[in-house]
């Protein structure tokens, strides 16, 4: 028999350790290939590690409640075999796409692997595997800085690097990427919270992990930015009628529902690119204007807390695309089966308050984004229509909207325009908008 290291696999750009939920088997128990083995958390999302072998859980090194780094063994498994070997997964994310591929390589210490003594420096981001895969074919930093990154924020990626290999020599180096710099904003100053005693009867509820994080946010994004925030109300009429008409035919078709959610974000997507510098971050003082549009999607888990998966290149994707995906990622949200890089690279935000029955809100801006767009509930109501005839009142489908923006970068103009872009798009949806 050998053994097996499980180690705690690459959760994604910028994450580097987790901490143990709950083991799903005990010492001694057996499980087979895929098996979720155990629940770990992020800052960013709760997830399951499977066993890419089958075998016995002999010892638990790392136990609930305690860090893991990535690259970590957290438990070792007897599997068939001799010797003994180690499981290392990278995750990479191609950056025309939301799906990950995940890429898995077991390693065997009784292999003799051919590397160079390679060492690169931290400016430099490279997977395991990536970096693996450079000392063996002894590439150096500076042919490294010269390949374009596929990969999400332009990272390397195995095909990038396999591709590299194969056409080395036969072509000019590229010109390096300038390097990101990253300037963290000055703690901010705040007084120190009131102390508070609980009377007696009062009952004493601990927050949860993932409550004080949220806490721990909100708090951060409020004092790094100053929030305004704008309204504004929409006729949303031919919306309301454009999906009652859609609903059936596209749930028979496709297999999914058809909400509002994907026509709100197209509506969105097109003002961002009117207004482009809504879809930027401060660095320092510096602006960064992103390049692709990532929407953000608040959504309320079942135990009252609330995560933002985010649809990647939303811009890119048809209304039947953007239905399938925002159904698909609420899902994953509600059933904690969202991947670390699903909460990760929002460009802008919509929170749809409409679903609790509220008519508006002020939403706070999740940093590092500038902006944020909460949606009300659509309600009938009167209201005052232009007809060739003279002024009507007839019974309308009205919406709220409310758009809060950082306004270091963000004025009220730009602010202002940009939500007005938005109920535009809504209010003159085409009744004849293919899906």
């Not at 438990?75 to 290392?88: D, Q």
């Not at 009131?194 to 409020?222: C, F, L, S």
């Not at 811009?315 to 059933?335: C, E, F, T, V």
């Amino acid at each position: 028999m050998a053994e097996y290291k499980l180690l705690l696999p690459s959760m994604g750009e910028g994450v580097m350790e987790a901490t143990i939920i709950t083991w799903l088997f005990n010492e001694g128990d057996n499980v087979k290939e895929d098996d979720s083995v155990v629940e770990i958390a992020t800052d960013k999302v709760d997830s399951d590690v499977p066993t890419p072998v089958s075998g016995k859980i002999v010892k638990i090194l790392k136990q609930k409640d305690e860090v893991a780094k990535v690259g970590e063994a957290i438990a070792i498994l007897e599997i068939e075999g001799e010797g003994s070997a180690s499981e290392e997964v990278t995750t990479e994310t191609p950056a025309t796409t939301p799906d990950t591929e995940t890429l898995q390589t077991i390693e065997q210490p009784l292999q003799t692997v051919a590397a160079s003594n390679a060492e690169f420096s931290g400016d430099l981001y490279l997977s395991p595997l990536v970096k693996s895969i450079a000392q063996q074919e002894n590439i150096s930093e500076t042919e490294l800085k010269s390949i374009k990154g596929s990969g999400l924020e332009g990272r390397i990626t195995k095909e990038d690097i396999l591709a590299y290999v194969a056409n080395r020599g036969s072509q000019p180096a590229q010109q390096a990427a300038p390097v990101q710099q990253t300037v963290s904003a000055p703690a901010p100053v705040s007084a120190p919270a009131a102390t508070i005693t609980a009377a007696a009867g009062d009952e004493i509820i601990p927050m949860d992990r993932m409550r004080k994080i949220i806490a721990e946010n909100m708090v951060k994004a409020k004092q790094i930015a100053p929030h305004v925030t704008s309204f504004i109300e929409t006729d949303v009429t031919n919306v309301v009628k454009w999906r009652a008409k859609n609903k059936a035919a596209f749930e028979k078709r496709e297999g999914e529902k058809l909400t509002f959610m994907p026509i709100f974000v197209k509506a969105v997507v097109k003002a961002i690119q009117d207004f482009p510098m809504i879809n930027v971050s401060v660095n320092g003082e510096n602006i960064i204007k992103k390049k692709n549009i990532n929407i953000g999607m608040a959504t309320a888990l079942p135990d009252g807390n609330l995560i933002v998966p985010v649809i990647k290149n939303a811009d890119q994707l048809s209304l039947s695309g953007l239905a399938k995906a925002i159904n698909d990622l609420a899902y994953r949200a509600r059933n904690k089966k969202l991947r670390p890089e699903d909460t990760q690279g929002a460009t802008y935000t919509i929170s749809n308050v409409g679903s609790f029955g509220n008519l508006m809100g002020t939403p706070i801006i999740p940093q590092p984004q500038v902006a944020i767009l909460a949606i009300g509930a659509i309600v009938k109501k009167p209201a005052v229509l232009e007809t060739a005839d003279g002024d009507v009142i007839a019974i309308r489908n009205l919406m709220f909207m409310s758009h809060s923006y950082d306004h270091r970068v963000v004025d009220g103009s730009l602010g202002g325009m940009m939500l007005k872009h938005v109920h535009d798009y809504l209010e003159n949806w085409d009744l004849n908008t293919e899906i």
